[in-house]
């Protein structure tokens, strides 16, 4: 059972990235799954989830209205769409399930760098 996030890397401020959640081992659809972050000498911070049953979504009031999550059950990937980043989300991003801590599973992070 693995969850292997990646797509992260350097964006400018303003600009678009998107993260990729992939799963080995089991499917996703039966599970909610949750992005973390956690930035240099900062706490871990939870950054956005999307449920198993209903594809309900939230988000730390830090990202609303500027990252979105999705999932392609076909795929067996869920995804986070980052619009208008800014320098404080620079971080290493996780994905993991449950949404909350502790989490059962949780993969390597990426990591993603707002600069100019």
């Known amino acids: 059972v693995q969850l292997q996030a990646s797509g992260g890397g350097l964006v400018q401020p303003g600009g678009s990235l998107r993260l990729s959640c992939a799963a080995s081992?089991?499917?996703?659809?039966?599970?909610?799954i949750g992005w973390f972050r956690q930035a240099p000498g900062k706490a871990r911070e939870g950054v956005s989830c999307?449920?198993?049953?209903?594809?309900?979504?939230t988000y730390a009031d830090s990202v609303k209205g500027r990252f979105t999550i999705s999932r392609d059950n076909a795929k067996n990937t869920v995804y986070l769409q980052m619009n208008s980043p800014k320098p404080e989300d620079t971080a290493v991003y996780y994905c993991?399930?449950?949404?909350?801590?502790?989490?059962?599973?949780w993969g390597q992070g990426t990591l993603v760098t707002v600069s100019s």
């Open positions: 993991a399930t449950p949404c909350m801590y502790p989490y059962n599973y």
């Open positions: 081992g089991f499917t996703l659809d039966y599970y909610a």
């Open positions: 999307i449920s198993s049953s209903d594809g309900s979504t």
